[in-house]
């Protein structure tokens, strides 16, 4: 087997809403492009490792096609044995070199390509675009992350001191244990000027709690290069590529008007951005440069879509949504329309069903665009099938069944994580759709330090309502 680190320091991923085909075709649908349908299209994931992202999409996408593709064999091999076990006859997960990938592959409607570009030579960067260009469809998005500049100049600073103290180092574990001495040391430092430190603290703590796969594959690998979005703009147009947008779109506003006095283009604007936001990681969306895109006011294309947040009132009677984004709420319809999607969450609602709670379209179209802008609300183009009923004999999905045994974190219908206590992992496992709620609660009175089955069974139509109301429950 050729050495990879990746066979030996397991990097473990999952599922990101931001690289699920509705996310792309929202945006692209926002600027005047029809991408593929999301229940009926083409995926490719390029560094799937053990396929825990792509894995959910292929379970509750039926009908669509998902190839994922990794150098490293071990994850891959992990990745096979789950798609078996979940019999996901539309998922292929392959070993293979992104550079090798021909006409052969075919064609698709999505590329999906998390954590390569910053991490891999120049020459795969290149190779990784011209991927995307002979293989997209002619209305297809690609989503490519990577370290943006300049918020990535400070963790740069960090990842050069670890790659200095370890630079004679052979040994991973020993690499990993050094390099988080060197770390400290600076934390410990009595010499570090305090604006370094200020400017410092947040990402040095943060790197000190990264699991060892991140912190190693992230910023101990022999390739990291962050860069400029301009730059990045530029390297995907040689490549016949354009930027589309943005994998998280509330970061490609403006709401205070900051650049209205700024004579800039579209792609000047982004920057800007990234340098008042000091922006240090981007998930870009690109498309064919053929493709002709219209960047119209959002508040015009919202009848197109729908919406979802979870919002909660907090202190001087704001309203927290997604992103924990904090919005004033200045009349009543924003608050209804707040509660109205928070009723449904996770599933969203459709444009014309918030109409009521707004008094008018156009007083939703207004409401929509500040929930919108600031990350409070996400829109989407797919309605995710889900079972809302809890049957006499319910059954959670075989995915969360699976995800369970191993641990407290599952995916939901609507592709969001869920975080499980251990009574909710056994719940989960148990619904497998041949138990009556009288034989669920006596299997869980079993348990070591149960309580009373009478008790379970007074509890147990709650927990099953919050399972519903999650999306975890299928037909």
Request: net charge negative; glycine share 6%; proline share 5%.
């Amino acid at each position: 087997m050729p050495t990879n680190s990746y066979n030996e320091i397991l990097y473990e991923t999952s599922a990101r809403f931001a690289t699920h085909p509705d996310r792309l075709a929202a945006v692209a649908r926002l600027f005047g492009m029809e991408a593929a349908p999301v229940e009926r299209c083409r995926y490719l994931e390029i560094g799937c490792g053990n396929g825990s992202h792509i894995t959910p999409l292929a379970y509750y996408l039926p009908q669509s096609r998902f190839v994922g593709v990794d150098l490293a064999e071990v994850p891959i091999a992990n990745g096979e044995r789950r798609r078996a076990a979940l019999e996901l006859g539309n998922l292929t997960l392959r070993v293979g070199d992104l550079c090798e990938i021909n006409d052969e592959w075919g064609e698709f409607d999505y590329i999906a390509a998390h954590g390569v570009y910053s991490w891999v030579p120049a020459e795969v960067r290149d190779a990784l675009l011209r991927v995307c260009q002979e293989r997209l469809s002619p209305n297809g998005v690609a989503f490519i992350s990577y370290n943006a500049l300049p918020g990535a100049y400070s963790r740069q600073f960090l990842r050069q001191l670890m790659m200095f103290h370890t630079r004679n180092i052979k040994d991973n574990a020993e690499r990993l244990r050094e390099a988080r001495w060197s770390l400290q040391l600076l934390a410990d430092s009595p010499w570090l000027p305090e604006n370094w430190r200020t400017l410092l603290e947040s990402d040095l703590g943060m790197m000190q709690k990264l699991e060892d796969a991140w912190l190693f594959h992230d910023d101990l690998s022999e390739s990291n290069h962050p860069m400029y979005f301009h730059e990045f703009a530029v390297h995907a147009a040689r490549h016949g590529l354009q930027y589309l947008g943005d994998a998280e779109p509330h970061e490609m506003f403006d709401p205070q008007g900051l650049l209205n006095a700024v004579p800039c283009s579209f792609l000047e604007r982004e920057q800007y951005l990234d340098f008042l936001k000091a922006r240090t990681f981007r998930q870009t969306l690109l498309c064919r440069q053929s493709q002709t895109l219209d960047r119209r006011p959002v508040e015009d294309c919202l009848d197109r879509f729908l919406f979802s947040s979870f919002s909660k009132t907090v202190e001087d009677g704001k309203l927290e949504g997604a992103r924990k984004v904090r919005i004033t709420p200045m009349h009543d319809a924003v608050k209804q329309i707040a509660a109205a999607l928070s009723k449904v969450y996770p599933l969203p609602l459709a444009f014309r069903e918030l109409i009521p709670h707004a008094g008018s379209e156009a007083a939703l179209r207004s409401i929509l665009t500040g929930m919108v802008v600031s990350g409070f609300a996400d829109f989407h183009v797919h309605h995710f099938p889900c079972q809302k009923v809890v049957s006499a004999n319910p059954a959670a999905s075989r995915l969360a069944r699976y995800q369970a045994r191993d641990s407290g974190r599952v995916t939901n219908a609507c592709f969001r994580l869920l975080d499980l206590d251990a009574f909710g992992r056994r719940l989960v496992q148990l619904l497998d759709g041949s138990r009556t709620h009288r034989q669920i609660a006596e299997e869980l009175a079993r348990e070591p330090g149960a309580e009373a089955i009478e008790e379970i069974e007074r509890q147990l139509p709650g927990h099953l309502e919050r399972l519903a109301r999650a999306t975890l429950l299928e037909g």
